[in-house]
Nanobody, 118 residues
Framework: VQLQAFGGGLVQAGGSLTLSCVASGRIFKIGTMTWYRQAPGKQREMVAA???????IYGDSVKGRFTISRDNAKNTVILQMNSLKPEDTGVYYCNAAINTGSSLGGYWGQGTQVTVSS
């Protein structure tokens, strides 16, 4: 099983970016999918999560600006980021709870860099 993240880049403050993360491999079912981020010198923090039935939760710092969604048919989770701020800069990682049919585990993507300039 692999998770691959796409969509990072450089954007000015106030701009938008869309991140996507695709799971591939031997997948029976995907549970909660989560985006985390890690800024230089800081701990990794949860940005947003979405359950298999579509319930969502957001970190306080991104509420009202970011939207998480998923396409179960494509094993994809998407993070729409609007009104970006310099403090949103960091490496964004996706995580998914995946049932392969023979095991259940948490899987991580490789991370994608988001840089917001002031």
């Amino acid at each position: 099983v692999q998770l691959q993240a796409f969509g990072g880049g450089l954007v000015q403050a106030g701009g938008s970016l869309t991140l996507s993360c695709v799971a591939s491999g031997r997948i029976f079912k995907i549970g909660t999918m989560t985006w985390y981020r890690q800024a230089p010198g800081k701990q990794r923090e949860m940005v947003a999560a979405i359950t298999s039935d579509g319930s969502t939760i957001y970190g306080d710092s991104v509420k009202g600006r970011f939207t998480i969604s998923r396409d179960n048919a494509k094993n994809t989770v998407i993070l729409q980021m609007n009104s970006l701020k310099p403090e949103d800069t960091g490496v964004y990682y996706c995580n998914a709870a995946i049932n392969t049919g023979s095991s259940l585990g948490g899987y991580w993507g490789q991370g994608t860099q988001v840089t917001v300039s002031s």
